[in-house]
């Protein structure tokens, strides 16, 4: 993993990998059976070489930042064998974050352990083990991206296209622009976070604002091939949405 990234603020994530289930444990579902985070650095109060702590994050060798794995889009803690497995079928995060250090230092760091990763197929009992280790560099560059304020106005549609439950009209395209990166950025990451009162269940689907009297009807954000957008996911700038 490579991090760069200027000052930041606390929890913010500064790099991120990913492992495909088919990586894991051969199949495109697999069963997360044992999770131990370990710390290996010995660098706070309470953090000893081959401390195992309950998670999600363990200290690094490089100030001002920890590690964390996410499974199904959420930090994983301590699970024990004799805990009920957690199934996946989408790749597992693992992710660089700010703590709430005041300084973030240049530095490397060791190939030293940092999570057990102990798979089983969805039909299988045999136990896969997979060991996550940190292996990076941090080189910080001040400053950051921008992205330009933008206004996506809907085609005018009748009530009467929208002729059950699930139907759609009046579909725009648009793109995210995102300008002015200092130079070093490696990698590059957008977080769609959407605004309105209540949170809606339905994927890609925004709320409705306090002042809206819409009824019977939302609008969903959806990527180039009409799958509908996962909120509070990261996506590369290369992905698109409409």
Do not use: H
Not at 150 to 162: M, S, W, Y
């Amino acid at each position: 993993m490579d991090a760069v990234r200027g000052l930041c603020l606390p929890n913010t994530v500064v790099a991120r990998a990913y492992l495909t289930p088919q990586t894991l444990c051969g199949e495109g579902t697999c069963r997360l059976v044992n999770f131990r985070p370990f710390s290996y650095v010995n660098v706070a109060s309470g953090d000893v070489p081959g401390f195992v702590s309950n998670g999600p994050t363990v200290i690094t060798e490089i100030k001002g930042l920890r590690m964390q794995v996410l499974v199904n889009g959420e930090p994983q803690t301590r699970l024990d064998e004799n805990q009920p497995s957690i199934k996946f079928s989408s790749p597992i995060e693992i992710q660089l974050l700010r703590d709430a250090s005041p300084e973030l230092g240049n530095g490397t760091t060791a190939d030293s352990i940092q999570f057990w990763f102990f798979t089983k197929t969805t039909s299988g009992s045999n136990r896969i083990d997979n060991y996550i280790r940190l292996n990076t560099r941090l080189t910080r560059i001040e400053g950051s991206c921008s992205v330009p304020s933008q206004t996506v106005e809907l085609q005018p549609t009748r009530a009467r296209t929208l002729a059950g439950i699930g139907t759609t009209a009046a579909e725009r395209s648009f793109q995210i622009s995102i300008n002015n990166c200092p130079k070093g950025y490696n990698r590059i990451f957008y977080r769609l976070k959407p605004m309105g009162d209540n949170v809606e269940t339905s994927a890609g689907v925004l709320p409705l604002s306090a002042q809206s009297t819409a009824k019977g009807v939302r609008i969903r954000v959806t990527d180039s091939a009409g799958a509908p957008v996962a909120f509070d996911t990261s996506n590369r700038i290369d992905v698109m949405t409409q």
